[in-house]
């Protein structure tokens, strides 16, 4: 006897977490078969997505030859805040939705980006390092200033950029912001002030980078900015790879144009062995974990299923990326 197919198909490229339980527990609203890909590879995404009518996707590239892949597919879903790893242009061409979360785990980022700010401010990973090799000094921290008084440069006012102003003012850092679209009286509520990009570069003592991967921003932070930084200041990129010019940034680490780097985020992840960052000491890196929290995690995994599941019975979800579709797609509001 013949096994009933379903109704639909899911693709879940991949994910970074234990299993897809959480998500498989949403998805069965609907009749689908769920396929997980063994591999990030498009060969392989493009086999597997053959005949899918969704698509979730975490870090793996959604590219044209994916999506065109399947004459079925209807919505793509992002488990994240960006959508640069999908062909969002050739999702629009063929009326296909791409959902995202932009509002998950905002407040993890935050912390992350202050918590190496406090640990570049106070040397906590020189000093560590200098401690298992068997050495009790505080020189490899020093010049060491207090944090108080300090001026921190957020570069990028959305959520996550005011949510690391809301942790950094309490502790007395004077606050500036460069985003060309807020206006000076959304900042001034925590006390900073909106100023141009030059002066955020030249006047900061760290700087956050918080702005979405467009191609106007990439390398938001490059060889001229890194140049035109205080030689005490630091920077931090919990954000988007592309953001910071890494390799201008290792050369501005190795010739002290700027004191340190806290990183989260590179443009190639995994990193090649031989990456220049890795192998300097004035630079913390993460494996882009800064998102990464149980309660994050598990929300990012069911709000993604969730606007899979919603386009799929023809509703409206909560995010979409590439709005213009919805004049071409019919999806009820509830």
Not at 201 to 221: G, Q
Request: with cysteine; net charge negative; hydrophobic share 40%.
């Amino acid at each position: 006897m013949v096994g009933r197919s379903s109704k639909h198909k899911i693709l879940i490229t991949d994910y970074v977490w234990p299993s897809t339980a959480p998500e498989r527990e949403v998805l069965s609203e609907l009749d689908a078969e769920i396929i997980e890909s063994d591999s990030g590879d498009e060969a392989r995404l493009v086999e597997l997505a053959a005949d899918v009518t969704g698509i979730l996707t975490c870090f793996a590239k959604v590219t044209e030859k994916v999506v065109r892949a399947s004459p079925r597919l209807r919505v793509v879903g992002r488990y994240g805040v960006g959508t640069d790893n999908i062909a969002v242009d050739v999702c629009s061409e063929l009326d296909i939705p791409v959902t995202y979360v932009p509002d998950y785990g905002y407040e993890e980022v935050a912390d992350h980006a202050f918590a190496l700010l406090m640990a570049m401010s106070r040397g906590i990973a020189k000093l560590d390092r200098h401690v298992r090799k068997g050495e009790w000094s505080t020189t490899p921290a020093r010049p060491m200033h207090r944090m108080r008084g300090r001026t921190l440069g957020i570069l990028g006012y959305g959520r996550i950029g005011r949510a690391l102003g809301l942790r950094a003012a309490p502790h007395g850092l004077r606050i500036l912001v460069h985003d060309p679209y807020v206006d000076a009286e959304r900042v001034a509520d925590i006390g900073a002030e909106l100023v141009d990009k030059e002066r955020l570069i030249a006047e900061s003592d760290v700087i956050s980078v918080h702005a979405p991967l467009t191609p106007e921003t990439r390398h938001s932070i490059g060889e001229p900015e890194l140049r035109a930084m205080k030689s005490t200041a630091y920077v931090i990129n919990t954000s988007r790879g592309p953001l910071v010019d890494e390799y201008a940034l290792a050369l501005a680490l190795k010739n002290g144009w700027i004191a340190g780097a806290g990183i989260d985020v590179l443009e190639e992840e995994p990193p090649p062995a031989d990456h220049p960052l890795l192998g300097l000491e004035n630079v913390i890196v993460t494996p882009h974990a800064a998102f990464l929290s149980e309660e994050s995690v598990l929300e990012l995994e069911r709000r993604a299923a969730a606007a899979v599941v919603r386009v799929l019975q023809g509703k409206m979800p909560e995010y979409v990326w590439n709005r213009d579709v919805l004049d071409r797609v019919s999806l009820a509001e509830d």
